[in-house]
């Protein structure tokens, strides 16, 4: 009876650290998920100053500035942070604002009256800083995510997990178009 006793209490203590562990994990993946939409938040604010100045010079970039507006829109929508396909699509839609405003900054470089507007040299400034605390915090929410995902996919844990909820996150991998090969001579033009 005694042995009964200690194991499961053992049993339970286990069942009971794995809970906490799986909390911590997944609190630490959704503090860096915000951490990200901070960064964001930044970028977004950026957005309308750099098609205010853009449109005037860019006239022929209409759809262009039209994907980058409706994105930014849909990034801004609310979210439920529980929810890992929630969390999914909100990924996914980051990743595409980020590529659409990356072509709209490559695009106002292109553009020598627009360069020297005093709005657009510090949007552009302001646009790399921001770039690189994005990155940073993808790096961050990445290592999180995995370190979430390892527990919650690998036995024992796995089944505490399934029990209270704890589902495997999705990681910020870059888009078909960031990983092709680039091409000097569309630079260079």
Excluded: C
């Amino acid at each position: 009876m005694e042995w009964f006793v200690v194991i499961v209490i053992a049993v339970l203590a286990t069942v009971y650290i794995t809970y906490v562990k799986l909390i911590k994990l997944r609190n630490q993946a959704l503090e860096a998920l915000s951490g990200i939409n901070v960064q964001m938040q930044k970028r977004f604010d950026l957005v309308p100053n750099v098609l205010k100045v853009a449109r005037r010079f860019m006239e022929h970039e209409k759809g262009l500035f039209l994907e980058v507006t409706e994105l930014r829109t849909k990034v801004m929508e609310g979210y439920d942070k529980s929810k890992p396909v929630e969390v999914n699509d909100h990924v996914q839609a980051v990743q595409s604002l980020s590529d659409k405003f990356g072509k709209l900054m490559i695009n106002v470089e292109n553009y020598p009256e627009l360069r020297s507007d005093k709005a657009i040299v510090e949007a552009i400034h302001t646009y790399n800083d921001v770039e690189s605390h994005i990155s940073a915090s993808r790096r961050f929410y990445n290592t999180s995510v995995v370190d979430l995902n390892n527990v919650v996919q690998i036995f024992p844990m796995s089944v505490v997990a399934s029990l209270i909820g704890v589902q495997a996150m999705a990681l910020f991998e870059a888009q078909e178009q960031a990983r092709a090969a680039v091409n000097a001579d569309d630079f260079l033009k």
